[in-house]
Each structure stands twice: as C-alpha cells, then as structure tokens.
C-alpha cells in the first residue's frame, strides 16, 4: 500500500512541474550543466593558464609558450604509447602525424586546411629521397626512429605550411622592429630594407634539420681527412699563377701567408667550384623566426635544446640584419647573394655576421665574395682583423702560431691541421 500510494504523488508532481512551466528551466540546466562539462574538458588548460593569471600576471607570450610546453608534454606521452615493435613506416609515420596534428595546429595555426592523407604521402615521399634517413634509418632503434621521426613531421608541415613570407605580418614581428632599431643606428634608409625584404617570397627550413643533432666535431674530422701526398697541387699552383697579383698583395697589406689563404679557398668551397644554391635571406628568416623543439626529448635535454635554439635564433637574426646591410651598402637584390644551406655566403664561406670585414679586391666598388679577388682579400682582412698582425713563415717549426690564426676562421682542430698541411706542401712547391 505504501509503495502504490508514491505513484500518485509523483504523477502530481510532474504534472505541476510541466504546469508551471518548469521542465523549460530543467531542461535550460542541463544544457548549461553539459556546456560547462564540455568547455572545461576542451579548453581545461587555458581556463587553468588564465585561472592562473589573477595570481601571477603573465605577458600573452608567457602563456602560449606554457600552453605548448604542456601540449608538448601530452603529445610525448601519447607517442610513447605507440607499440615500439610498429617498424612498418608508413603506418608509422600515420600514427605519429595523427597524434602530432592538434598540438601542430595549435602551435602554427597554418591558414590552409591540412589533409592527412596527403601530408603523410608527401613526408613518405621526403623521407624515401632523403640521403640522412636512408644512411641512419637501420642502424637507429626504435626510440631514435620515433624521436627523429616526430621531429622531421613537425619540419615537414614548416615546409608544406609555413614556407611563405609575408612581410606585412613580418613588419609587426619583434624581429623587424629590431632590425629596425639598429638600421637607425647605422643610418640606413628604412625603405630600402623593406624593398630589399619584399623580394622574398619563401622561406627555407634547412637549418632546423641541420641543427637536429648535431655532430659537428665528426662530421668535420670526416670531411677534413686527406691523403696530402694524393692532393692535387697542381691545380693550386695554377690558381696561384692566375690570380698572384691580388694574392700577394693581401700578403703584403694585411701579412697572411698568400698559401694559407689558398688552403682556406680549397677547403671552403674548392677554389669556387664549389656551387652555392641557398638564398641566405630565405635561409635567415626562415631560422630566426622558427625552431623546433622536438616533443621527444625528455625534460633535461629539452631544457638544453631550447637553450641553444633561442641561442640560433638570435644569430640568424643577427646574421639577418648584417646580410641586409651589406646588401643595401653593395647595392645588391636579395637574389644576388648565394649561400649554404645555413647561410654562410660567397667562395669564403662567411657568415652574415662577419660581412662587415668583406672587401673590394678588384676595385669595381663592390665587396662581391661571389667575385674571386674580393674573397681572397676579405679573408686576408677577416684572420688580420682577428689577430693575424704579423707575417709568420710557413714552416713547422711556426705550426702552432698559425695554427692558432687558422682556429679563429674556423674552431674545428681537423680544419686548421688541413689548411695548414696544405699550405705547407704548396709553399714549398712555389718557391
């Protein structure tokens, strides 16, 4: 009896709900009830960020860097749940985009709509016809697949999204108005900088891969082992004969030995034969503006990486402004220079913060390091501007003085050996 008399009661109850009009306000409850379920659970970190910004004020900045930093976090954690025994690489490679693609998104928020078929076709694509995967890809792991892996998607969408240049965004950017700021130092017109910009239409990502793990010491020491009884001087001699004029008269002006300067020509870009494809001004802006710190690392070598990369990137941007200089005080277009890959211009292989030491060998009014007696010139400048006051006879028994001069060209031990065995063969040739 007890249980049936509780029906009529509750049957009351609704009907004077649904009478007074109430299941509208039940029914407006819930909806806000779900809505802020569903917020929290989408925008959770920003509402804590922000939650945050009433404690201690942030600058905007401040809080899009500790959002990323967090997504970065979480996406490392959803890659580490990928099966590591997964070695097929084009299922691979689909699993990290998908899981990468929000935190990408977010971190670029690129203008154009990005298909995932496409995309991972396209990096499938890079990576078949890419020298530095094919050689590494079977002597790594699975984790050092992965953490490169992760790391080479995020340079992909850079390349595939971010490689257009705009410079009226870029006039808004703090790098602009820096450069902006020393151009009045130095007096430069403003205009020019901004006509010499907007012939730049793409960027170029090449450092970001250059830079990923470096081994630097090794790779030099590769590139500098030679057999010097296998070398080739008689090209060197010829090159002495046709341009001993400039040659000797660097030595006398600025006392570098005419050979060493010949050794240095031989190992940066081989005499000029050596041909330079990069554009320094879309390799500069590219690395100034960019860096990529790979999701992967753990937290100590993260903290390291993202040193060294705000370290980069304030080099490219200091390389940046002096390219800009010398171009306008050169009379140069933007296509006019050729670089590497990382920016170093000309047969001397400077880079754009040391242009300011480039001279006019062949007295035409330009400092063109493209034009060979204004590079053998500017590198007689560059070693007595760093030290080089004095001429020092080219024999063993002086090795340690020049090698000495040589490391403030260049910092690799290998390198100076190089240029001083060289030099010191091709002395002895020309007397």
Do not use: C
Request: hydrophobic share 35%; proline share 3%.
């Amino acid at each position: 009896m007890v249980t049936r008399s509780l029906f009529p009661g509750l049957k009351n109850q609704i009907r004077y709900i649904l009478k007074r009009k109430h299941l509208f306000m039940i029914k407006n409850y819930i909806i806000r009830i779900f809505l802020f379920l569903f917020l929290n659970a989408l925008f959770a970190e920003p509402i804590l960020y922000f939650r945050d910004l009433s404690k201690t004020p942030k600058l905007l900045y401040q809080v899009e860097e500790e959002l990323i930093a967090s997504r970065s976090d979480s996406l490392r954690n959803r890659i580490s749940e990928i099966p590591i025994g997964e070695r097929l690489l084009n299922q691979l490679v689909k699993k990290i985009y998908v899981s990468s693609a929000k935190y990408l998104n977010f971190k670029y928020t690129p203008s154009e709509y990005v298909d995932t078929l496409t995309f991972v076709e396209s990096i499938l694509e890079d990576l078949s016809n890419s020298n530095y995967f094919q050689k590494r890809k079977t002597s790594w792991d699975d984790t050092s697949l992965i953490n490169y892996l992760t790391f080479k998607i995020e340079l992909h969408f850079l390349e595939e999204y971010l490689n257009r240049f705009d410079i009226k965004k870029f006039k808004d950017s703090d790098i602009y108005n820096d450069i902006i700021d020393q151009a009045r130092k130095d007096s430069l017109e403003i205009n020019k900088i901004d006509t010499l910009l907007s012939q730049i239409k793409t960027l170029k990502f090449d450092p970001l891969h250059f830079y990923y793990k470096p081994n630097s010491i090794k790779e030099q020491q590769w590139v500098d082992k030679f057999d010097i009884n296998k070398f080739n001087f008689e090209r060197l001699e010829k090159f002495y004969n046709d341009h001993a004029d400039v040659l000797e008269r660097t030595e006398d002006e600025y006392k570098v030995n005419k050979e060493i300067i010949i050794a240095i020509l031989r190992k940066e870009t081989n005499l000029g034969e050596y041909k330079l494809s990069y554009n320094p001004f879309q390799v500069l802006l590219g690395q100034a503006q960019f860096g990529i710190l790979n999701p992967m690392l753990n937290d100590s070598d993260k903290d390291k990486q993202k040193k060294r990369i705000e370290r980069l990137k304030r080099s490219a941007q200091r390389s940046l402004y002096h390219i800009i200089k010398y171009s306008i005080e050169n009379g140069f277009k933007a296509d006019d220079i050729k670089s590497n890959f990382v920016g170093a211009v000309g047969h001397t292989q400077f880079m754009p913060f040391n242009l300011y030491l480039a001279r006019d060998g062949d007295y035409d009014g330009k400092a063109d390091l493209s034009n060979m007696d204004d590079a053998i010139i500017s590198i007689g400048n560059f070693l007595n501007h760093n030290g080089w006051k004095t001429y020092i006879p080219l024999n063993k028994q002086n090795k340690d003085r020049i090698i000495k001069q040589i490391l403030k060209y260049n910092t690799s031990d290998s390198y100076a050996d190089a240029v001083f065995q060289i030099a010191l063969r091709l002395s002895e040739r020309l007397k």
